[in-house]
């Protein structure tokens, strides 16, 4: 938490945090965050303790912390990296289930939806390629569902009935939402309440959630940004506060 005397962290700073550590580890992989908070994440994560991760411009450049250009990225690299697991995504959801099955394309029956959403887009490949993480700036029973209406990004129940060719590079590290931290580290691949943001409990992060969640006995805090990230996010990666208006509190 944070110490008598210090600028106190807002949700959106804790948010940050909680998305860069999903790239701690990771080495030389193209991150691939999508979303202001995500994004800010990720370049935190490059200007301390992931120096090696690459950052790109979304299209054919890999880019500094900065945004200045470092290198051209072939497109046929690029898929060399993304199916080869050396790449790690933060997508968003519009619905995830407590296995990770993730939708982005509709809400109802696909065949006549209530609502028509992003479609599936690039997500089946993500998930079955390279590691995928989410980002989910409204946490509510309306966004994580006992069942989603559509499967886009896969889940770790469905990538193991695939069998072997769908779980070789599948893994999901984490899902950030204004709430807490969520993995799978659990006997049956379902999700589990890693971290709580500070000012957030445990009832608070279950009455929002649409399924059980394993939560252990003692739910630590998402960790506070030392002086020296706080200082990066607010003066150097996001002075104009964009990670503020995707996080209410």
Known sequence: MNTPGTVAATRADHC???????????GEVLASPMGAVPSVGARLARLTFAPELLLTD????????????????PYRKHLTLVTGGRRHVMMGASQIDRFGNQNI?????????????????????????????????????????????????????????????????HRIPRVVSDLGVFDFATPDRS?????????????????????????????????????????????VIDPSGTRNREVRA
């Open 16 to 26: 940050v945090i909680a998305c860069a550590e999903a790239w701690r580890g990771d």
């Open 191 to 235: 999700m589990r309440l890693a971290s709580l943001h500070p000012g957030v409990t445990v009832e608070m992060v279950q009455e929002a959630t649409g399924f059980p969640l394993t939560v252990p006995a003692d739910v630590p805090y998402t960790r506070d940004p030392t002086p020296a990230e706080l200082a990066l996010i607010r003066e």
């Open 105 to 169: 394309s509709c809400i109802g029956d696909w065949q006549q939806p209530a609502r028509q959403l992003l479609g599936v887009r690039g997500a089946p490949v993500n998930t079955l390629n390279n590691p995928v993480s989410y980002w989910i700036p409204r946490h509510s029973p309306r966004v994580f569902v006992e069942r989603v209406d559509m499967v886009c990004g896969v889940g770790y129940d469905r990538a193991e009935a695939a069998g072997p060719s769908a779980t070789r590079f």
């Open 58 to 73: 979304g299209e054919a450049t890999i880019v500094g912390p900065d945004g200045e250009a470092e290198s051209w990225l």
